[in-house]
């Protein structure tokens, strides 16, 4: 059996996969394992689904290298780029049952899904007119030569993405890919690996020629880790903790050194000078660490405020924060549901009792809501140190930080001083303090007024230890394309 019938509160009853997608068909994996999935707002089982091991990675990998060397190879850009817009349009079509399955087995409020499931559509049509956009240059260097430069596709991309966004990350991961002209095995969270498997029906549904887009289930330390190591493998992307991608770069070291682009954590800083509109600064910080339960790379989870407004600000923000609707995903008010899994639920609440004894103050929240389900507290803590375990490491949960800072070079300083650089946002009404100081921060993201901003026409990535390469944008195209150069030797001179 490769597919079960299963139910959400919003989309009614539905054909879930849950098999492994490989070659356009559904699988089940060579050892016969399967693992359970989580529902965790219950912590009950959602169902089972197939989960990969090395040799299924190996025969999805030979699969993707079939269909490179083969008919892909022989697919116009205009095509590819039109496989992309259908999907994007399946994406569409399919909105409500999408968000309906991420909100069921991640937990993120149903609203929020559904603005995803939307941002996927976007990213994937985006990059479907990108495809018969990628363009060399002809280069003159003397008359008698002809050169030009052409981007050609890697080959068999291996990606690996991490559970918060489900479905968006597998959509910034295909899209630029495919587009480029590169096949590709996708792994997803063993946390998460529902909303992708509807998501390879699509793929089927849209048309792709077997063997482009493989999608895997399974585990990091054997799926991923085979992907990492493999040696058909041309290229890796990651997202996921730094941790794994220091891991990740090893393997492509030790096996065929392929190519690597890592998108890792961050401890994002959120800046607040006296001259911000204080309403609008507070509606922002509470979207920059709350959304999507905290569990963001780019969250903005050290909250730094001027002093001379430092107590309103706070009073303010922490009454802004208890009044976020915790609670069932599928409600329609619902901003915060559940964290993913025990394993998450119980590092967040480790770093709370960490933090607790270190000294910090707990403003608001700091314990599990509920006793059911994943379900933890929006937390401020304030009386913090520079030091501080919760202020230099990314908690990944609800949780933020707070304490005040008196110059625009204090700010700078305290803004840059963690190993991460993904994100940051300043606010103010000051044009120069807002240039000046994202000029100065060290981030592959400055937002101004505002925070958590993504579109995919923009890049995103990290500066320092936050990851390597762009996600998004034209920058995108970079990761999944090498350049050739060809030079023609012009005339009938003889040489030497
Ligand atoms: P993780 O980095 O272990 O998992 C992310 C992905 O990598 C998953 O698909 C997982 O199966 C895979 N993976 C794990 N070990 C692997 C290995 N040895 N080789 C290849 N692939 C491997 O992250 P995890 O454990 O789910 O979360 C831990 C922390 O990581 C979080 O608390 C958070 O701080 C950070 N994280 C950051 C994310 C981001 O968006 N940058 C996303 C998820 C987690
Ligand atoms: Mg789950």
Known sequence: ?????????????????????????????????????????????????????EKDVDIAVAAARKAFEGPWRKETPEQRGKYLVKLADLFEQNLDLLAAIESLDNGKAISMAKVDVGMCAGCLRYYGGWADKIEGKVIDTTPDTFNYTKKEPIGVCGQIIPWNFPLLMWAWKIGPAIACGNTVVIKTAEQTPLSALVAARLVKEAGFPPGVINVLSGFGKIAGAAIASHMDVDKVAFTGSTVVGRQIMKAAAGSNLKKVTLELGGKSPNIVFEDADIDNAISWVNFGIFFNHGQCCCAGSRVYVQESIYDTFLQRFKERASKNVVGDPFGADTFQGPQVSQVQFDRIMSYIEEGKKSGAKVETGGERKGKEGFFIEPTIFSNVTEDMKIVQEEIFG???????????????????????????????????????????????????????????????????????????????????????????????????
């Open 1 to 53: 059996m490769t597919s079960v019938q299963l139910e959400t509160p919003h989309s009614g009853k539905y054909e879930q996969p849950t098999g492994l997608f490989i070659n356009g068909e559904f699988v089940k994996g060579v050892d016969g394992k399967t693992f359970e999935v989580i529902n965790p707002s219950n912590e009950k089982v959602i169902t089972s689904v197939h989960e990969a091991t």
């Open 398 to 496: 609800p949780v933020c930080s707070i304490a005040k800072f008196k110059t625009k070079e204090d700010a700078i300083r305290i803004g840059n001083s963690t190993t991460y650089g993904l994100a940051a946002a300043v606010h103010t009404s000051n044009l120069n303090t807002a240039i000046e100081v994202s000029n100065a921060l060290k981030a592959g993201t400055v937002w101004v007024n505002a925070y958590n901003m993504l579109h995919h026409q923009l890049p995103f990535g990290g500066f320092k230890e936050s990851g390597i390469g762009r996600e998004l944008g034209e920058a995108a195209l970079d990761n999944y394309t090498q350049v050739k150069t060809v030079s023609i030797r012009l005339g009938d001179a003889l040489f030497g």
